[in-house]
C-alpha cells in the first residue's frame, strides 16, 4: 500500500470551508470514482496555528501503478482541483509517497 502525502495551508477564514470542501466534495467523489481503481481511503490532519491552517492529507492507494492512474507519469505533481486552489493562501509543490507497512489503533480506541 501507498500513502499520499500532501500539504497545503489557507488563511484562518478560509479553513472550514476547506475542511468541508475536502470532506463533504472531493473525497467522497475520489470514493466513488476511484475505489475500484486503487484508492483505499484517506485521512486529513489540521493544524491552526500561526494566523494559518495547515491541511495534510494522506491518501491511500493499493500501489504506485494506481497513484500513477490517478495522477499521471509526473505522479509528485500535486493534483489540486480549481476550487481548493481558490481556498487555499499556499501549497506544497510536491507530494510524496511512503510505502505503508502497518498500522493498528489500540483497541479501547475503536
Aim: hydrophobic share 35%.
Amino acid at each position: 500500500m501507498i500513502c499520499r502525502v500532501w500539504r497545503g495551508w489557507t488563511k484562518p477564514e478560509n479553513a472550514q470551508a476547506y475542511d468541508d470542501y475536502l470532506q463533504k466534495e472531493l473525497f467522497p467523489r475520489l470514493e466513488r470514482e476511484l475505489r475500484p481503481h486503487g484508492f483505499c481511503g484517506y485521512q486529513l490532519l489540521r493544524l491552526d496555528r500561526c494566523g494559518e491552517a495547515e491541511f495534510m492529507t494522506l491518501v491511500y492507494f493499493d500501489s504506485i501503478e494506481k497513484v500513477r492512474a490517478f495522477a499521471g507519469d509526473n505522479y509528485e505533481t500535486p493534483v489540486i482541483p480549481e476550487k481548493a486552489k481558490g481556498l487555499l493562501s499556499r501549497f506544497a509543490d510536491r507530494a510524496h509517497h511512503y510505502n505503508v507497512s502497518g498500522f493498528q489503533l489500540s483497541a479501547d480506541l475503536h
